[in-house]
C-alpha cells in the first residue's frame, strides 16, 4: 500500500512559505504570537537549504524544538524589556483622560454617590453631597466611577 506522506517533500521554499504566512497572520492578529513561529520557520529554510535531504519527518522534530525555543526567548525578551510605551498613557483608558475637567451634577450626589454627565454620557460619581447643577471636577477615575471634589469657583 502507497502512502501519502511517502512522496512528501519539504523544500527550503516551503519553509519559505511558512515564514510569510506567520508573518502575515501576525499582522493579521497582532499579540506577537505568530512571530516566533515565522522565526523558527525562517531558521529551518536556512536548514534546509544547507541540508537539503532532510527527511520532513526530521524538519517537523526540528521545527517543533525551534518554535518552542523561539517563544522562550521571545518571552524573555519582552520581559526584559518590557511594553513599549504609549505616547498618550491615557490611551484606550477614557475614564483616566477624564481627570481635571469640570462637569455638572445631573443627578444630585447623596450619601456620596449620584450622576454627572460628561458630553452626552451619565457616570456614576462619588465625592461630598452636592445639589444637581453644580460644578465639579473629577479629582479621580476608576473604569465605570469617577471621584469628584466641589469645583472652586
Known amino acids: 500500500m502507497h502512502h501519502l506522506l511517502s512522496d512528501l517533500e519539504f523544500t527550503h521554499w516551503t519553509w519559505m512559505i511558512a515564514l510569510a504566512v506567520f508573518l502575515g497572520l501576525e499582522m493579521a492578529m497582532p499579540g506577537i504570537v505568530f512571530l516566533w513561529l515565522a522565526i523558527a520557520s525562517g531558521v529551518m529554510a536556512a536548514v534546509v537549504f544547507i541540508l537539503p535531504d532532510m527527511s520532513w519527518e526530521?524538519?517537523?522534530?526540528?521545527?517543533?524544538?525551534?518554535?518552542?525555543?523561539?517563544?522562550?526567548?521571545?518571552?524573555?525578551?519582552?520581559?526584559?524589556?518590557?511594553?513599549?510605551?504609549?505616547?498618550?498613557?491615557?490611551?484606550?483608558?477614557?475614564?483616566?483622560?477624564?481627570?481635571?475637567?469640570?462637569?455638572?451634577v445631573a443627578s444630585a450626589i447623596q450619601d456620596g454617590r449620584g450622576k454627572v454627565k460628561v458630553g452626552d454620557s451619565l457616570w456614576t460619581a462619588l465625592g461630598p453631597d452636592a445639589a444637581e447643577g453644580t460644578k465639579v471636577v473629577i479629582k479621580s477615575a476608576t473604569s465605570t466611577e469617577l471621584h469628584v471634589e466641589p469645583a472652586s469657583e
Do not use: D, Y
Not at 477614557?94 to 469640570?102: I, K
Open 58 to 104: 526530521w524538519q517537523m522534530v526540528w521545527f517543533s524544538i525551534l518554535s518552542v525555543i523561539s517563544v522562550f526567548m521571545g518571552r524573555q525578551f519582552i520581559r526584559k524589556h518590557g511594553e513599549i510605551p504609549s505616547e498618550n498613557e491615557n490611551l484606550n483608558r477614557r475614564s483616566a483622560a477624564l481627570v481635571g475637567r469640570t462637569v455638572k
